[in-house]
């Protein structure tokens, strides 16, 4: 049986999430999300508040981070590294894109 | 459903130990991990192999995918007889699902158990769905509204997993970029026991345009002119994907020259990127006897000298 048709807007990517919400997008566990952010991998949209609360685009990124934890097998340290490096090849094809674009 | 060898995926043999598994699976996600890999099918491969890992890594799941026997890759098969009362207890066919969605069912199964005690009650939060969602360039500079159709896997009432079409009906913000991930919260699967629904991933891909190029926010075109164009001056009419506008070209525009159209690149949310015009000089390949005068005619009487600087940096 196929389910209703759902009208549903995709999420502002500045809007707000609870840590509760980011744990459960990415199947990380609390102590795995602490590293992240303890080693820059996440930023909360206040790191010295008692409770951590982000923005949506956080949730790309711990799932991504979640990815790289199960595929590689790594600990946060690691999933952090390989993020940074995989931010770094974004911004390089990004900036290859652009002057692709100038160039024509 | 249709069968896949993981050990010849892993490229081990069937009695391969677990460390020479996860060595193999280790060597394989260096070379085809979608991340870094440039390699052609990389992510379809790696997708293959990971499945293979995740079943062979786990003695449980093993030794149910060795009871299933040996067929060849890709050959229509059903699991033994017995094999469903002893490992897909509450699985009520093969025919819809495949085999990774078998072993998820596995795992599945056991977390809903609570890995040892029957814990039915307890609160399951719903999978995610993810979608690739393939735009033209009008779609993603205007926005739009898309429907999607997704075969997701969902537990039925005995306990077994089941593939069931969902129709999802989504807007795409306006100014989605090639590569964007997108969040749709709540649209995945549904919550068990009060658990939350699961959210919906899209990898929004966006066709290539004949004329814009897109970097970020922002939209390149080539602008032509007649060289004399470029030396008077002119106006011209520039397509814009909202629609032509006018465009003055002061006397003196060169080659390679950026005349900025403020705010109209592409929106998102409450700003817009810029339009870029690159000036390029076009020359007629093609001259009648009078137009070939009065070029030689500018060129006998002109003492404007395009490679001065060459001369000035060779003699330093």
């Known amino acids: 049986m196929t389910a209703p048709t759902q009208d549903a807007p995709a999420a502002d990517p500045s809007a707000e999430v609870t840590w509760v919400e980011l744990q459960r997008a990415s199947g990380l566990t609390e102590a795995d999300l602490a590293e992240l952010v303890r080693y820059g991998a996440l930023t909360p949209r206040d790191p010295a508040a008692t409770t951590w609360t982000f923005e949506a685009r956080w949730m790309v990124v711990a799932r991504h981070a979640s990815r790289l934890r199960r595929e590689y097998e790594l600990d946060p340290y690691g999933v952090s590294v390989v993020l940074s490096y995989c931010e770094r090849i974004e911004r390089l094809e990004a900036e290859i894109r652009a002057l692709r674009a100038r160039l024509g | ?316």
């Open chain 2, 1 to 316: 459903m249709k069968y896949k060898d993981y050990y010849a995926i892993l490229g081990v043999a069937r009695d391969a130990s677990a460390d020479d598994v996860k060595t193999a699976y280790r060597r394989l996600a260096r070379k085809y991990h979608p991340d870094v890999s440039k390699e052609q099918e990389a992510e379809e491969k790696f997708k293959e192999m990971a499945e293979a890992y995740e079943t062979l890594k786990d003695p449980e799941k093993r030794a149910a995918y060795d009871q299933l026997g040996r067929h060849a890759p890709g050959q229509d098969f059903r699991p033994p007889p017995d094999w469903g009362a002893h490992f897909a207890q509450g699985q009520a066919g093969f025919d819809d699902i495949d085999l990774s969605d078998l072993f998820a069912g596995l795992a599945g199964r056991h977390a809903r158990s609570g890995g040892g005690g029957r814990r039915a009650d307890r609160p399951l939060p719903g999978s995610d769905y993810e979608a690739v969602v393939r735009l033209s360039f009008e779609q993603a500079f205007h926005g739009a509204e898309v429907d999607l159709e997704l075969a997701a896997l969902e537990w039925d009432p005995d306990g077994g997993v089941r593939r069931v079409p969902h129709r999802v009906k989504t807007r795409i913000p306006r100014g989605v970029t090639d590569g964007e991930k997108l969040r749709v919260p709540g649209k995945g699967g549904k919550g068990a026991h009060g658990g939350p629904d699961g959210d919906l991933y899209l990898d929004i891909e966006v066709a290539a345009h004949p004329l814009f190029r897109v970097s970020g926010q922002d939209l390149y075109v080539d602008l032509p002119l007649a060289p004399w164009e470029a030396v008077l001056g002119t106006s011209v009419q520039l397509p814009t994907p909202a629609g032509a506008v006018t465009l003055k070209v002061p006397p003196g525009t060169r080659a390679g020259q950026q005349m900025r159209l403020s705010g109209r690149g592409m929106a998102r949310g409450g700003g817009a990127g810029h339009m870029y015009a690159i000036v390029r000089i076009e020359v007629p390949t093609v001259v009648d006897d009078r137009q070939r005068a009065l070029w030689r005619q500018l060129a006998d009487g002109a003492s404007f000298d395009p490679r001065a600087h060459l001369d000035q940096e060779a003699a330093r």
